[in-house]
Structures are given as structure tokens and as C-alpha cells.
């Protein structure tokens, strides 16, 4: 049940004909697992608390550092050195007390994912590496909960979402393979563009409350890019690989 004080935050989304008072409810008993709270983690985070997501557990192990500021908008100068998870978590509850948000500061990877993923509704990835990105997929292969992933790059994005124990869908591995070795995007290396973070994170969280809502039409199975280079915008079906050892295996 909402209460009244629920009632009053999130009327601008209950009047909402396609979500109403049952897709806010769904939202009050959902439980997101964020893993990253970087360039993506940090709007995603601000809106899938503000958007009133019952529980959302942050795994992050890093901690905050100066040259993270121009697009991590939950830290300040203050935080720097402290543990985002926690701060994070800190500051989703500031956001909106009705949301419970658990803080995890530890590397997920192959051997922890599918403790630290059990008995989310939802997962959204945006972390920076191969190796944690594939562990999480094969977690949420096997433990049959929705996959979001995001990334960002210089002055692109792209967002999916991911059933791959369906049969007739692809899962993340599908798309890149399964070396957790293989290059990747850098933005240490190759730079990216502040406000594109924040576009594209805002765009997972509004993602993850359509998958846990049901309105509209599902990005499942599916790749939305960005180029804001040339302001470019595309989606495209990501192709079952009937040899993936994640999801066919």
C-alpha cells in the first residue's frame, strides 16, 4: 500500500494513464541491483530513487576521486576517498526515505555475482570492465533475472536489456563474446563527455522502470546507441548466438 506521503511524492507519475497507482506499487516492491556507481550508477541511482524503486543495493568497490566529479553528480569535493557504494547509498536515501538503499563496497566477480545478485528483480550493469560485465550476465543467466546494460564512450551510449535463459532471446555474451580480456572502452584513455552520462544513465533508469512496469514497449533483446557527436540515434535487434556458452551452453 502507498501512503499518503507516497501519494503526494509521486502523483506526477501516478496520473500517468499507462503506469497509474498499480505501476507505482510494482515500482514500492521492486529491488534493483546497481553494479557501478560511476558515470551511469550516479543518475541511474538519482532516479530509480527518486522514481520510488523500493529497494536499490549499490555494489561499487572504488572509491571517489577528483577526476570522477564532472560526471558522478551524488559526489562532491567532501567525498573524495570515500567508498562510493556508501556514499551512493547515502545519498538515494537523502533523495526519498521511503527507498531502502544497500550499500555492497566489494569487487563483484565470477566467484561472489550470484550471491550478491540473488532475489534483485532487476539488474543494471554500468560498470567499466569486461570481466565484471560478463560475470554479472552469466549471474543473471542462471539466477533468470532481466539484465540492463548500459555503457558510455566519448560522445556515445547505448542501453539493452537482456532475458538470455529465454529461448528465444540473446543475453549479454551474445554481443561481445566471452573474453573477459578483450579491449574495451577507457575513459581514462579515450575521455567522454560529462552531460552523455548522465543521459544515458537517466535513460536506464527510465528503462529499468518500464521493465519492472510494464508500459510501453520493452527494450528486451534490443541495443538503443546514441552518437551525440552528430546527435544520431538507432536501435537495433542483437542477434541470438546459438553457440554462446552463457546462455545456450
Known amino acids: 500500500m502507498l501512503t499518503d506521503a507516497e501519494l503526494d511524492r509521486y502523483a506526477r507519475q501516478i496520473i500517468l494513464p499507462a503506469f497509474g497507482g498499480a505501476g507505482q506499487a510494482k515500482l514500492k516492491s521492486a529491488h534493483v541491483a546497481i553494479i557501478g556507481?560511476?558515470?551511469?550508477?550516479?543518475?541511474?541511482?538519482?532516479?530509480?530513487?527518486?522514481?520510488?524503486?523500493?529497494?536499490?543495493?549499490?555494489?561499487?568497490?572504488?572509491?571517489?576521486?577528483?577526476?570522477?566529479?564532472?560526471?558522478?553528480?551524488?559526489?562532491?569535493?567532501?567525498?573524495?576517498?570515500?567508498?562510493?557504494?556508501?556514499?551512493?547509498?547515502?545519498?538515494?536515501?537523502?533523495?526519498?526515505?521511503?527507498?531502502?538503499?544497500?550499500?555492497?563496497?566489494?569487487?563483484?566477480?565470477?566467484?561472489?555475482?550470484?550471491?550478491?545478485?540473488?532475489?534483485?528483480?532487476l539488474i543494471l550493469d554500468g560498470c567499466d570492465n569486461f570481466g565484471t560485465r560478463l560475470a554479472v550476465n552469466r549471474a543473471a543467466v542462471a539466477l533468470q533475472t532481466p539484465l540492463l546494460s548500459a555503457a558510455i564512450g566519448a560522445f556515445e551510449g547505448q542501453v539493452a536489456l537482456y532475458e538470455g535463459w529465454r529461448d528465444d532471446q540473446p543475453c549479454y555474451a551474445c554481443l561481445v563474446g566471452d573474453d573477459p580480456a578483450q579491449d574495451g572502452v577507457n575513459c581514462a584513455e579515450t575521455g567522454v563527455m560529462g552531460a552523455l552520462a548522465g543521459m544515458i544513465g537517466t535513460m536506464a533508469a527510465l528503462e529499468a522502470v518500464r521493465a519492472l512496469t510494464g508500459w510501453g514497449s520493452p527494450l528486451t533483446g534490443r541495443l538503443a546507441i546514441v552518437d551525440m557527436m552528430e546527435r544520431r540515434w538507432r536501435e537495433v535487434a542483437v542477434p541470438l548466438d546459438p553457440g554462446c556458452a552463457t546462455c545456450r551452453g
Open 37 to 121: 556507481a560511476g558515470g551511469i550508477g550516479c543518475p541511474a541511482i538519482t532516479y530509480l530513487a527518486a522514481a520510488g524503486v523500493g529497494k536499490l543495493t549499490i555494489v561499487d568497490d572504488d572509491v571517489v576521486e577528483l577526476s570522477n566529479l564532472h560526471r558522478q553528480p551524488l559526489f562532491t569535493d567532501a567525498d573524495i576517498g570515500q567508498r562510493k557504494a556508501v556514499v551512493a547509498a547515502t545519498a538515494a536515501r537523502r533523495i526519498n526515505p521511503h527507498v531502502e538503499a544497500v550499500a555492497v563496497a566489494q569487487r563483484l566477480d565470477g566467484a561472489n555475482a550470484a550471491a550478491l545478485l540473488t532475489g534483485a528483480d
